[in-house]
């Protein structure tokens, strides 16, 4: 069974610092692809990224970076320098190759404070 | 370009009565999925169609819930009788086939009472 764990319930922090969210999943396929979705106060989700379980270059956007570690089946994501508008739910979410279900994570709350 | 539409954006409504959700998928896109997102269970797919098709119908909570696709640009979710722990939000998404992404609508906040 595919498993996606969150195990950050809740993150706080001050505006500017850096702030890691952690994502680890369990599956047994060797092709999969990994996804960050930002859920904000609206209650919109907003589609971050895709990884391919084939490729574990680390990816960087802006202040954004995520890192892929095969070998502990994690997927981190990364704000540098955090800001206000950054507060939001986060989610983690593993699809099969073959398959279009995605199973989500329990989700990150992330809070920047001023 | 417009995104996933999904209406209402919030309904209330009394234990026993028929509730319809309905969603317009981006223009073009394969794929249409219903999900549902709870405090208790976080985001579980219900149920998601290919071409106007259901593939997959595993999550549908039971029989009082159904879904329909009848043409390319729209889809419901019904729900009938409703009951209060069928309070949740229910969110539509679209995707184009392959590895696309999934992009999802604002929601339907539902409230039983």
């Known amino acids: 069974a595919q498993k996606v764990t969150q195990a950050q319930t809740e993150i706080s922090v001050v505006e500017k610092e850096d702030v890691t969210l952690d994502c680890v999943y369990e599956?047994?396929?060797?092709?999969?692809?990994l996804f960050w979705y930002k859920q904000p106060p609206s209650g919109e989700l907003v589609f971050l990224i895709r990884?391919?379980?084939?490729?574990?270059q680390n990816e960087i956007s802006g202040r954004y970076s995520w890192n892929f570690q095969k070998s502990t089946s994690s997927f981190n994501f990364t704000i540098t320098a955090s800001q206000v508008v950054d507060s939001a739910v986060y989610f983690c979410?593993?699809?099969?190759?073959?398959?279009?279900?995605?199973?989500f994570g329990q989700g990150t709350r992330l809070t920047i404070n001023p | 370009d417009a995104g996933v539409i999904q209406s209402p954006r919030h309904e209330v409504t009394e234990m026993g009565q028929e509730v319809t959700l309905r969603c317009k998928p981006i223009?073009?896109?394969?794929?249409l999925f219903w999900y549902r997102q709870t405090m208790m269970r976080g985001l579980e797919l219900l149920i998601y169609?290919?071409?106007?098709?259901?593939?997959?119908d595993s999550g549908m909570p039971e029989d009082r819930f159904s879904a329909k696709m009848p043409n390319a640009s729209f889809s419901t979710l019904k729900i009938q009788p409703s009951e209060p722990r069928d309070s949740a939000v229910y969110f539509c998404?679209?995707?184009?086939?392959?590895?696309?992404?999934?992009?999802f609508g604002d929601g339907t906040r539902l409230s039983i009472l």
């Open positions: 599956t047994r396929d060797t092709t999969y692809y």
């Open positions: 998404a679209s995707s184009l086939a392959g590895l696309q992404p999934q992009h």
């Open positions: 223009s073009g896109h394969d794929y």
């Open positions: 990884r391919n379980s084939f490729d574990e």
């Open positions: 979410a593993l699809r099969l190759q073959g398959a279009q279900k995605l199973v």
């Open positions: 169609f290919n071409n106007n098709v259901p593939i997959d």
